[in-house]
């Protein structure tokens, strides 16, 4: 057991290491146009039944993201990428963590200040509410 957590703490340093960022890694940043160039920041999240942090990184008119929470007293890391607008405040991407990969659909408020969305993952079928506030 304790090898297993120190493998899996071992494996997210090395990612966030080759990734180059400090906080949590971020996926390839996509080029994208409008509202959601105005997202970027950290927003206090809670995944299915976790806390962690979601945060969104607009540079030169591309947007990358990434997130950290805490499961089962080991720290997760992942990273969001693929972003599309799919309508007014509608943004869907994809995560990947150690844990799998999936879609991620989320719906921001008018200020943009918090969202409210879902996640499942490709592999099982699992999924839950994902949401965020600034």
């Known amino acids: 057991m304790k090898t297993n957590v120190l493998l899996a703490l071992l494996t997210i340093a ?3 290491f080759m990734m180059g960022c400090n906080g949590g890694a971020m996926g390839e940043a996509q080029e994208i146009s409008g509202w959601p ?4 920041g950290a927003y206090k999240s809670e995944i299915s039944s976790f806390t962690g942090t979601t945060t969104f990184k607009v540079s030169e008119g591309k947007l990358s993201g990434g997130y950290e929470l805490t499961a089962g ?3 997760v890391t992942g990273t969001l ?4 607008a799919t309508g007014k405040n509608k ?3 994809r995560w990947k963590d150690m844990n799998g ?7 921001f408020s008018d200020d ?4 409210t969305g879902k996640w499942d993952n490709d ?3 699992a999924g839950g509410p994902w949401n965020g506030k600034k």
């Open 112 to 115: 943009l200040s918090s969202f």
């Open 37 to 40: 160039l105005k997202i970027g």
């Open 123 to 125: 592999a099982d079928g």
């Open 14 to 16: 090395a990612v966030t």
């Open 81 to 84: 990428s693929n972003f599309a």
């Open 101 to 107: 990969v999936g879609d991620f659909t989320m719906t």
């Open 73 to 75: 007293g080991e720290k």
């Open 91 to 93: 943004l869907k991407c």
